[in-house]
């Protein structure tokens, strides 16, 4: 039986639309919580999938969360043997920080629904889904990243030119946020309330936002999902 390991940072924040789509293809799924997760006893090259989740924590604060070095060298071991990895927001800074490359606070906050520009060799890719032809995407994130060396950048917003890069054959990363659906989101709004109050968001705009957005999002993350899983052999 094919498997997916799912690594998440805050119970919220899940594998949305991704997660549905794995439990279609009668994949045998493993969610762990990063925070909590005993590093040792988890082989980075057991599962045929892994998906690295979002959260509201820098991946260089090493300081306050002593994990982020074990989920660190976690990902190097299964980014170097080219393994299907999938990194979401903060799991895209993760990875790209195990790839070598800096993460540090954006010039401001992206948060909301905007489009992805593709880059020529993101049209050449499973991203090309997601291009601003087809939906927008959600963003929520305050830190950015640069590109690791080796690294191909896919997608670009305006807000934020590091939003999709690959590296090796398996390894793609999103700044933005393919998994999210409308009902999910909803947990968003609870978790993030006092980010939210801070900012001075409108939960009521964002829902309207969502009802806007998400089908088409859903839709165009089915089509990316399937068709990376085929390019990945999984």
Known sequence: MKTALIIHHVAFEDAGSFLALLKEQDFN?????ACTQGWAALDPLAADVCIV???PIGAYEDDNYPFLLQEVYFLQQRLHADLPTLGICLGAQIMARAL?????PAAAKEIGWFPLKMTNEGKDTPVRHFDARHCNMFHWHGDTFDLPQGAQLLASSEACHNQAYSWGKHGLAFQCHPEVTASGLEAWYVGHAYEMAHEKLSIAQMRQQAAAHALDLAHQARLFFTEWLRVCGV
């Not at 070598?100 to 540090?104: A, D, F, K, L």
């Open 29 to 33: 799924i493993q969610e762990v919580n």
């Open 53 to 55: 989740l979002g959260g």
């Open 100 to 104: 070598g490359g800096n993460v540090y």
